[in-house]
Every structure is written in structure tokens, then in C-alpha cells.
């Protein structure tokens, strides 16, 4: 009976430890996503700017004189159908 606790409690300390050791390479592979996900949060944040300042700068494209946008009468479509 004791060497059966004794196998048995040698089991689940090998357990544990391979437990242990797979939770701290989850633990390094979740940081490494967060730093992953940090650095293109960054990047994005970056981007986005570089988007507005660029938008900011450009004039508004004016649209040609003698275009005007389209306008139906009220009740017609586009496809025919009433």
C-alpha cells in the first residue's frame, strides 16, 4: 500500500511539473502575442495618423462646373420598376 501512494504520489508530481512547464510556455507565448499585438497597435495608430495628416492637407477635390449629382423625381427608380 505505501509503495502504491508512494508510485501514485510520484505521478502526480511529474504531473504537475509538465503542468508547470506548459504553463509558463503559454505564459511566454501570450506575452509574446501581447507585445505582438502592442506593436501593431502602433503601427496602427501611426498609420491612422499619417491617414488624417495627409487628409488635412489635401483641398477638397471640387467637382467639375458642369456636373451636378443625379437627382430622380420622386417615385421613379433607377431600375424601371414603380
Known sequence: MVL???SRIEGM???LTRAAETAVKRE?????????VAQLQVELDH???DLSALASSQPKEARPS????EAFPVGLTTNGKR
Open 28 to 36: 511566454a507565448d501570450l506575452q509574446a502575442l501581447t507585445n505582438d
Open 47 to 49: 498609420s491612422k495618423a
Open 13 to 15: 508530481r511529474l504531473e
Open 66 to 69: 458642369g456636373l451636378q449629382p
Open 4 to 6: 502504491e501512494l508512494s
